[in-house]
């Protein structure tokens, strides 16, 4: 009997990318139970099995083929100096890897690090940003609870993950230099099958359609005839827009897709050009 291949994915067990992780392959209609304490869980309707372990184990794992592909933040994967290869940025769990120092003290450039004991669990990405900064300064690597080094006296500054920064206003700091930006990204090992590999484009295609249904909404409107032309240019759409006849004469009904950013600015401009009753509907999926 022909054994079916299957891709296995490391995603977190649990933490900050977990849900959403698990989010984004439902999204893209990959259904597998997903309860807690189990280390790992077979797709129904897809060839995929996902494991559930820690962010810092995953890049490892994959590049030792342990996992044929996982998530994590960009900040974990190059922190564990792994070789493997980035596939995807997945736009969320977005985060950047700061320095900060205690809001009383007087900062004013780099330069002032020189010399300084800088806590952090970073200690890789951090030696690269002081070298590439020329500041000689010490690194203290911590395992956690970085954010009150300073305040015990471990260290004048540190370096972790910031996302709002409300954790560094709690503790007393001020965040002054940005080490690196991160977001969760699917990376994969360097030598996956043609089998993985196709199993692994598949899983793109999906994810890449439900994101950029998200970015995008459907919009309908009424436009007077005589409006056409500059209503339409307004909402190219993904070809150009549908333009149907309305009962009453000489208005039309326009359909179109526009990007979820450029919304506001558009619908301003699409009422001064005269259209009326516009509705905008979320998209569930879309393939460009
Ligand atoms: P684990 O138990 O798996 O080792 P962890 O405690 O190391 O988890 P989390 O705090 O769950 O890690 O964060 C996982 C990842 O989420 C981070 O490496 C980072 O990429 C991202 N992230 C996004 N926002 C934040 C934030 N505000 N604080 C920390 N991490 C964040
Ligand atoms: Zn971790």
């Known amino acids: 009997m022909k054994t079916e291949t299957k891709l296995r994915i490391a995603i977190q067990k649990s933490g900050r990318l977990n849900d959403d992780s698990?989010?984004?392959?439902?999204?893209?209609?990959?259904?597998f139970d997903?309860?807690?304490?189990?280390?790992?869980?077979?797709?129904?309707?897809?060839?995929?099995?996902?494991?559930?372990?820690?962010?810092?184990?995953?890049?490892?794992y994959v590049e030792q083929g342990v996992a044929d592909i996982g998530i994590v933040g960009e900040n974990?994967?190059?922190?564990?100096?792994?070789?493997?290869?980035?596939?995807?940025k997945l736009g969320y769990g977005k985060c950047r890897l700061s320095i900060a120092v205690p809001k009383d003290v007087k900062y004013s450039g780099i330069k002032d690090l020189n010399g300084k004991r800088i806590a952090t669990t970073y200690s890789?990405?951090?030696?690269?940003?002081?070298?590439?900064?020329?500041?000689?300064a010490e690194i203290h690597e911590i395992s956690g609870s970085v954010e009150i080094a300073t305040g015990i006296g471990l260290a004048e500054?540190?370096?972790?993950?910031?996302?709002s920064g409300s954790t560094l206003f709690t503790n007393g700091l001020k965040e002054v230099e940005t080490v690196m930006k991160s977001e969760a990204v699917l990376i994969g090992n360097n030598k996956l099958n043609a089998a993985?590999?196709?199993?692994?484009?598949?899983?793109?295609?999906?994810?890449?359609?439900?994101?950029?249904?998200?970015?995008?909404?459907?919009?309908?409107?009424?436009?007077?005839?005589?409006?056409?032309?500059?209503?339409?240019?307004?909402?190219?759409?993904?070809?150009?827009?549908?333009?149907?006849?309305l009962k009453q004469k000489g208005w039309s009904s326009v359909h179109s897709v526009i990007d979820e950013e450029k919304f506001w600015d558009i619908i301003e401009q699409l009422r001064d050009a005269g259209a009326e009753g516009i509705l905008v509907v979320p998209i569930e999926k879309m393939v460009v």
């Open 22 to 31: 698990i989010r984004m392959l439902k999204e893209c209609g990959i259904e």
């Open 34 to 60: 997903n309860g807690l304490n189990k280390l790992k869980a077979s797709a129904f309707n897809f060839p995929l099995e996902v494991l559930f372990l820690r962010d810092d184990d995953i890049p490892e």
């Open 76 to 88: 974990v994967l190059v922190e564990s100096g792994a070789k493997v290869k980035l596939i995807e």
């Open 124 to 136: 890789r990405v951090l030696q690269k940003y002081l070298a590439k900064n020329k500041v000689k």
């Open 157 to 163: 500054a540190i370096c972790d993950i910031v996302s």
């Open 196 to 245: 993985q590999l196709r199993i692994v484009e598949r899983l793109l295609f999906r994810i890449r359609a439900s994101r950029t249904a998200k970015r995008n909404k459907y919009l309908l409107l009424n436009a007077p005839d005589n409006k056409l032309d500059t209503i339409c240019k307004l909402i190219p759409g993904m070809k150009s827009p549908t333009v149907l006849p």
